[in-house]
């Protein structure tokens, strides 16, 4: 179980150790090690992912919207973040007219906080997959809220 928590937490060494400290400190008498681990990575990878959008989120609506093109594509990497098309979709996004500059700095600024990477030449991904998750998790949540009201 250890090394499955390991490799959910991200192989980071230091949230594992939170983590079994966490366990060591809160576990109950007679509740299941495996069980309790389990619990708390949980929820530590949620905190985590939260952090995450909460960044997001901080560094406005056209870095959301162009998160979401590389979060939304099924495939690892994703191409065309500056095509003519990807542009006219952000401008309607957010209603007003967006540049390359702009896309450009914002994609550099989501790369620094390390909330997307570059696979190669014009090709990004999410850098954590379970953000990615939890990205998509709430838009189709926010999507069926739309559609029963």
Do not use: C
């Not at 495996?34 to 960044?55: F, K």
């Not at 600024?109 to 998750?133: S, T």
């Amino acid at each position: 179980m250890a090394a499955e928590a390991f490799r959910d937490l991200g192989a980071r060494p230091e949230d594992l150790l939170n983590a079994l400290l966490v366990l060591n400190h809160s576990l109950p008498t007679g509740a299941d090690p495996d069980t309790a681990l389990r619990v708390i990575v949980a929820t530590a990878r949620s905190g985590m992912a939260n952090a995450e959008l909460v960044r997001l989120q901080e560094l406005g609506p056209l870095a959301e919207v162009i998160f979401d093109r590389i979060a939304s594509n099924p495939e690892a990497r994703t191409r065309g973040l500056y095509s003519a098309e990807a542009v006219e979709e952000y401008s309607k996004e957010i209603g007003r007219l967006v540049r390359s500059e702009e896309i450009q700095n914002i994609v550099q600024q989501m790369q620094g906080a390390n909330i997307i990477m570059r696979l190669g030449h014009g090709a990004y991904a999410v850098a954590d997959p379970f953000v990615r998750e939890m990205w998509l998790e709430r838009k189709a949540q926010l999507a069926t809220l739309r559609d029963t009201n």
